[in-house]
């Protein structure tokens, strides 16, 4: 028995990859489309065992409505919403109507298109615009940083007790211990604010960069 998780090695990575639901062709084709069109930004789409773990997660949590902020080129969304039923909605915010432009191609081309209600603009403003009462079953959040405390205090409210809410890159590659930026410290006090917030009950998983789970009380 060990005490902590392994060295991820990129040979043991490749190995946890393929047992565990390996992206299919639409994956590929996007995740390698992201890479050729945006090789500079492309770091913020997902890993394939992220992918593979929310279309799980959301099928495990029976998800009809989910939120996601930040969407970039679709691949997160993708693996929500093949996770929800037919009748599933999963409502998007993000701010680029270039990166999200890539994100619809795929999303016809995977048949969850109609699951999918994409918001262009501040996810802040966004989020403030749903429903008040507590009907969300699923939320992602993967977008700006500093934002983060600021989505969470408009989701939290709108979950129904049970719900959870995935947050990523909440590891920010182990700097967190010792923040060297200015997302590095919102990160850091966003972990500690989770921590303390007596609405939830949360867990830190070292699944890529880190993700939180959160289950609503």
Known sequence: MTSKSPPLTPELHAYLVAHGSPPDEIMRDLAEETI?????????????EQAAFLTFLTRLLGVRQAVEVGTFTGLSALAIARGLPDEGRLTCFDIS??????????????????????????????????PQERYLDFAFIDADKTGYPI???????????????????TLRGGRVIAPQNADDRAIAAFNDDVLADVRVDAVMLPLADGVTLARVR
């Not at 979950?159 to 959870?164: S, T």
């Open 36 to 48: 050729a069109v945006l090789p500079d930004e492309a770091t913020m789409q997902v890993a394939p």
């Open 97 to 130: 109507a270039e990166y999200t432009g890539i994100a619809r191609r795929y999303w016809a081309r995977a048949g969850v298109a109609d699951r999918i209600d994409l918001r262009i603009g501040p996810a802040a403003d966004g989020l403030r615009e749903l």
């Open 151 to 169: 989505y969470w205090d408009e989701l939290v409210p709108r979950m129904r007790p049970g719900a959870v809410i995935a947050v990523d890159n």
